[in-house]
Structure formats: structure tokens, C-alpha cells
């Protein structure tokens, strides 16, 4: 087996591994609602090569010809817990069903983090579903910067905001209070750099308060996705105008301590970090 950068030539092998046993099959707006742009060839064409242009780390894990593997990471300057860091943050990690537990995640993870002190990252971070935690911790992922809960939050109140266009550079040294599905970089990344038309893109954008936000569509549910750099306290002009838009209920990462009526959690974020210097 053997680990090297992707490159466009490869997006007929990672869409292959990551459909691998599942029965995928209708639209690419469908296919796209059950998994992202890994189902189909055509989206994530696009998604790859919006990386590559970001100069993203995008890898493979090859064994006698075939992709059983791949690895996705973003670098950054971001806030951490209020410090500024640079970060390499894992976002796409998968392994072909049949070849897992044979130390192919493993692999990918130590390629990464070569590539990430190779480029002067401080810190390599990762949110990881719940079952995943152990394998990132015996990997020295022992740090929690982030703990947050998933939730619906009902639109409406006050819609004061202006509509602006959002550069990174602008919001990189703000903490994203609400929203963090990801790193803030991902998260920004996806909704101003990797959008696909028709299918995953960012309604809106612009200033709340002291606060920048982006409203993206949500495929396959309704609803809207919302994120906020800044303060969480310029969360509700940004749902009133959620609500002016026409749309009953945000999704979002908030605080764990944070409650508002009407409220829905449906699920956690905990970010991990590995400290590189």
C-alpha cells in the first residue's frame, strides 16, 4: 500500500470508495442528499478541484491499483479557543469497508500530519462522530477545544442586516459562535469556495451586528443552515432574516449552555486537536 496526494485522475476511484455497497442511483441532486459530493463523479470532480486550487491536502491510499482510502485537510490561521493558530483540520476521512482495521485510517492520519508540520501547522483537529473518538485519541488527539450541541432553532425577530459578499480575510479572526460543523476555514471554504450550482450553495451573506454571517441551503431538508463569525449575540437578526427568506427553522452548532425557546438539539460536536509543536 502506498500514500500519495490525489489528483483529478482519481475522482472515478474515490467516488468507488465511498459508495462502495451502497445502492446509489437518481439525480446528481439525489445522490448528492444521501452523501455529499463523493456519490457521483460529477460533483466531486468539482469538490476536488476546488481543493486542489485551494491548495488543500487531498490524499489517497492505493493497495495494488485500487483507492482503499482517502483524506481530506484544510489548513488555516483561525482563533482556538480565542488563540490564533495554524491548523491543519481533518475533514473527509474514509476507508474502503472491506480494508478497515488493517491500519489504512492510521496511515492516511501520520501522512497528514507530516504534510501539516511540513507546512508549520501548530495543531491538527479534527470533529469525529462519537464511535470514531478512540481512534483519533490513541493517535494522540487528546486535546477538546470545541464541545458544542447540533440544533434547530425557529426563525423570526428582528431582521436588520446588511447583504455583503464574505472574504476570508475578513472574518478569519473572529471566533464562528455559531455553526461549527467544522473548522471555521471548512465551514467558510464551503460556502464561498466549493459550491455546487442547484445543489449545495449559500443563499445569503453579510453583517449582523459586529458579526458576519452565511445562510446555506440544506439538500434534501427544509430549513436553512446558519453561520455566524463573531458573537453569538447577533444570532437573531440573522434568523429574523432566516425568517424574511421564508424559512421556519435554522440548523446550526451552538453552545452547549446556551438554550432559547423552541429550541431542538439533535446531536453534539466535539472538536480534537494534536498538538504539532
Given at each position: 500500500m502506498r500514500i500519495r496526494f490525489a489528483t483529478l485522475d482519481d475522482v472515478g476511484g474515490i467516488v468507488g470508495l465511498h459508495t462502495a455497497g451502497e445502492e446509489v442511483s437518481g439525480s446528481l441532486y439525489e445522490r448528492y442528499v444521501q452523501g455529499g459530493p463523493w456519490m457521483a463523479v460529477e460533483t466531486l470532480a468539482i469538490h476536488l478541484n476546488n481543493l486542489l486550487l485551494d491548495d488543500q491536502l487531498v490524499a489517497v491510499a492505493e493497495l495494488e491499483g485500487r483507492i482503499v482510502g482517502e483524506i481530506e485537510v484544510l489548513f488555516s490561521e483561525e482563533p482556538v479557543n480565542g488563540e490564533i493558530r495554524r491548523i491543519g483540520h481533518v475533514d473527509v476521512i474514509e476507508v474502503h469497508s472491506e480494508y478497515r482495521r488493517k491500519g489504512i485510517g492510521r496511515a492516511l492520519v501520520e501522512f497528514a500530519e507530516d504534510v501539516a508540520r511540513e507546512r508549520g501547522a501548530e495543531m491538527l483537529t479534527v470533529q469525529p462522530e462519537k464511535e470514531a473518538e478512540p481512534f483519533y485519541e490513541k493517535l494522540g488527539f487528546g486535546k477538546r477545544v470545541f464541545s458544542g450541541k447540533v440544533a434547530w432553532v425557529p426563525t423570526g425577530g428582528e431582521g436588520s442586516v446588511k447583504r455583503m459578499n464574505l472574504e476570508w480575510e475578513a472574518i478569519k479572526g473572529l471566533e464562528l459562535a455559531a455553526g461549527r460543523f467544522q473548522s471555521s476555514y471548512s465551514v467558510w471554504f464551503s460556502a464561498f469556495r466549493?459550491?455546487?450550482?442547484?445543489?449545495?450553495?449559500?443563499?445569503?451573506?453579510?453583517?449582523?451586528?459586529?458579526?458576519?454571517?452565511?445562510?446555506?441551503?440544506?439538500?434534501?431538508?427544509?430549513?436553512?443552515?446558519?453561520?455566524?463569525?463573531?458573537?453569538?449575540?447577533?444570532?437573531?437578526?440573522?434568523?429574523?432574516?432566516?425568517?424574511?427568506?421564508?424559512?421556519?427553522?435554522?440548523?446550526?452548532?451552538?453552545?452547549?449552555?446556551?438554550?432559547?425557546?423552541?429550541?431542538?438539539?439533535?446531536?453534539?460536536?466535539?472538536?480534537?486537536?494534536?498538538e504539532l509543536t
Open positions: 466549493d459550491e455546487i450550482a442547484g445543489i449545495h450553495y449559500t443563499i445569503e451573506s453579510g453583517r449582523a451586528g459586529n458579526s458576519f454571517y452565511a445562510l446555506r441551503n440544506l439538500p434534501g431538508r427544509d430549513g436553512v443552515a446558519l453561520f455566524l463569525w463573531g458573537r453569538v449575540e447577533d444570532l437573531r437578526p440573522v434568523l429574523g432574516r432566516a425568517k424574511l427568506l421564508g424559512f421556519e427553522r435554522a440548523l446550526t452548532v451552538l453552545p452547549e449552555n446556551m438554550e432559547s425557546a423552541g429550541m431542538r438539539t439533535v446531536g453534539k460536536i466535539e472538536m480534537l486537536a494534536k
